[in-house]
C-alpha cells in the first residue's frame, strides 16, 4: 500500500526534474520576445542620451544581466553613428522571493504528511497548534537581476581617465561572444 502512495510524489517529482532540466537564462534579445519575461529596453531621452535596461530570468546570472546591459549600450551607440559612451548612472535590483514546499518525502510512524495538531478556544474562536509548523518543508530562494543605466554617447576618443566611459566598438568584440543569444 505504501508504494501507492509514493507512485504519484516520484512521477510528480519527475516531471519537475524535467522540466527544471529546461530552464535556461534569458537570451540576449528585446524584452518580450518569444514569451520571455526579459530581455534588453532601451528609450531615448535625447539625441545622444538613452535609458537602457535588462533584465533576466532566474536562471540568468548578475554578471551576464550586466554584461548584456553594456553590450546593448555599446550596440546603440554605434547604430547611432558614436564611437564612445558613458554612463551617467548604473544600478543592478535583485528580486528575491522564496518558495515554500512540502517535503514530498516525509513520512512519520502515522504515515505521509500527517503530523499532530491540536484544538483549543481562544477568546472567542477555535483555533489550531501545530507543534511540527515549519518543519520537513523546502524552501527554495529566487534571484531575479535587472540592470538599468542612463547612458550618454560621443564621438572620437573617449574621454582619458573617466572610468564611467566606454569604447562601444571594444564592449562589443569583448562582450559579443560571451553573451547567449537565442536558439532559432
Do not use: H
Not at 522540466?19 to 528585446?30: F, I
Not at 544600478?91 to 515554500?100: C, G, I, N
Not at 495538531?117 to 511540527?132: I, K, N
Not at 524552501?139 to 581617465?161: C, F, H, S
Request: hydrophobic share 35%; proline share 6%.
Amino acid at each position: 500500500m505504501i508504494k501507492l502512495r509514493k507512485t504519484p510524489v516520484l512521477i510528480a517529482l519527475a516531471g519537475a526534474l524535467a522540466l527544471g532540466a529546461c530552464a535556461t537564462a534569458t537570451p540576449y534579445q528585446p524584452a518580450g520576445m518569444n514569451g520571455q519575461r526579459g530581455g534588453y529596453a532601451e528609450q531615448r531621452l535625447e539625441a545622444n542620451r538613452y535609458a537602457v535596461s535588462f533584465s533576466g530570468n532566474s536562471v540568468t546570472s548578475r554578471d551576464q544581466v550586466e554584461m548584456s546591459l553594456l553590450l546593448r549600450s555599446a550596440e546603440l551607440t554605434v547604430e547611432n553613428g558614436y564611437d564612445w559612451f558613458a554612463t551617467v548612472t548604473r544600478a543592478t535590483d535583485r528580486d528575491t522571493r522564496f518558495y515554500t514546499t512540502p517535503d514530498p518525502f516525509y513520512y512519520n510512524r502515522y504515515g505521509p504528511y500527517w503530523s499532530p495538531s491540536w484544538r483549543f478556544y481562544q477568546r472567542g474562536y477555535w483555533s489550531t497548534w501545530d507543534p511540527f509548523w515549519g518543519r520537513d518543508r523546502d524552501i527554495r530562494q529566487v534571484d531575479r537581476y535587472e540592470a538599468t543605466a542612463e547612458i550618454v554617447m560621443g564621438r572620437g576618443a573617449k574621454p582619458a581617465g573617466d572610468m564611467n566611459a566606454f569604447d562601444a566598438r571594444e564592449v562589443i568584440t569583448n562582450l559579443g561572444p560571451r553573451v547567449m543569444r537565442p536558439t532559432s
